[in-house]
């Protein structure tokens, strides 16, 4: 998770950006933009800090946390369809699959910079890459 002074800078850019194009954009979160936020609070990093620096670096002890809409009764669950091109089929190490799909021949490329410039895994939390 992202330090809440990076939500607060992105909140002011974005307020001086549509200044001009809304009258109640100092009221409004993110110049009145739509922004998610998502991920695991208990994974914000203080190089160093103390659990009480860690706890008060997370988005949910910014100002921002105060003006966000945390969902609606409305709220459903969704399937979402993952393209065919895009799953790992039938696979004795899907793990090892997916590294070689996302990272392909990485050994004669791990000296180039650029190579990992274009590739990433996401993973729900630290564990898991």
């Not at 009221?27 to 860690?54: H, I």
């Not at 393209?83 to 000296?111: A, C, T």
Request: aromatic share 8%; glycine share 4%; charged share 25%.
């Amino acid at each position: 998770m992202i330090h809440k002074h990076a939500f607060e800078v992105l909140d002011k850019a974005l307020k001086d950006a549509m200044k001009s194009d809304l009258a109640n954009t100092s009221e409004s979160l993110f110049g009145g933009k739509v922004v998610v936020l998502g991920g695991d609070f208990r994974q914000t990093v203080v190089q160093n800090g103390t659990r009480n620096e860690c706890v008060n670096a997370t988005t949910s002890s910014s100002y921002i946390w105060l003006k966000c809409n945390l969902g609606d009764p409305n709220d459903v669950e969704a399937t979402i369809s993952i393209p065919d091109d895009l799953l790992i089929k039938h696979s004795l190490d899907p793990m090892s699959d997916l590294i070689d799909f996302v990272y392909p021949s990485m050994l004669e490329r791990f000296n180039d910079l650029t190579y990992f410039q274009e590739r990433a895994l996401l993973a729900p939390l630290n564990e898991v890459v």
